[in-house]
């Protein structure tokens, strides 16, 4: 599998903030930790096995980190630069915004920023050449974290994981066995 790691810490880039909502209400944050069952609010869920295997298992109480969204999309070769993929015309993707259960790595930017350049070196040994995975260090602020916890402020990692194919149903195939690679090592490497 391709993978790299890069850091948005600056001023003008997202930050991860849970709880959250849409300005509308309708969407919003779903703790996972504490109802596994709402996993069935989260549409990407309900529609992808895997996704819902990787929420389910990353939200777990034993797990070392917690999901706070996730989005999945899919497109064609030209809304993306393939120059390093010449034999692929689809492409299907997620993104799931992940934060450490640890407050010590959640706090730490060179720890969060360690985490990231092990996960990248543990995916590019995954043998999957048809996925791509790229892990981003943001600034994140939890407000009312899984055990309602103080505010506090530190970093989190959005995962983005991407299938690439001739077709849209098989670059969707590449996609999830892109993301299933990934569950275990995730909690593993962090644990570590």
């Known amino acids: 599998m391709q993978a790299d790691w890069s850091v948005a810490c600056g001023a003008d880039d997202p930050v991860v903030v849970v709880p959250w909502s849409d300005a509308t209400g309708s969407i919003a944050y779903v703790d996972l930790r504490r109802t596994p069952t709402a996993i069935d609010r989260i549409p990407e869920a ?8 990787a929420l389910t298992r990353w939200n777990r109480p034993d797990s070392p980190l917690f999901s706070a969204k996730c989005d999945v999309w899919s497109y064609a070769v030209d809304a993306f630069a393939a120059e390093d993929l010449p034999n692929f015309t689809h492409a299907h993707a997620s993104y799931i915004d992940l934060i450490s259960a640890d407050p010590r790595i959640f706090s730490d930017f060179a720890a969060s920023e360690r985490q ?9 040994s995954i043998a999957i050449p ?12 939890v407000l009312a974290g899984p055990r ?4 506090k ?3 989190a990692t959005t ?17 999830c066995a892109a993301l299933r ?4 090592p995730v909690i593993g490497q962090l644990s570590s």
């Open 130 to 141: 048809e996925g791509r995975c790229e892990w981003t260090l943001r600034p994140a602020h």
């Open 46 to 53: 309900t529609q992808y096995p895997c996704m819902a295997a």
């Open 159 to 175: 995962l983005y994981v991407w299938g690439y194919a001739v077709s849209p149903e098989d670059a969707a195939v590449a996609w």
């Open 181 to 184: 690679a990934l569950i275990e």
């Open 148 to 151: 309602n916890e103080a505010e």
């Open 116 to 124: 990231l350049r092990t996960w990248t070196a543990y995916a590019e």
């Open 153 to 155: 402020s530190g970093y």
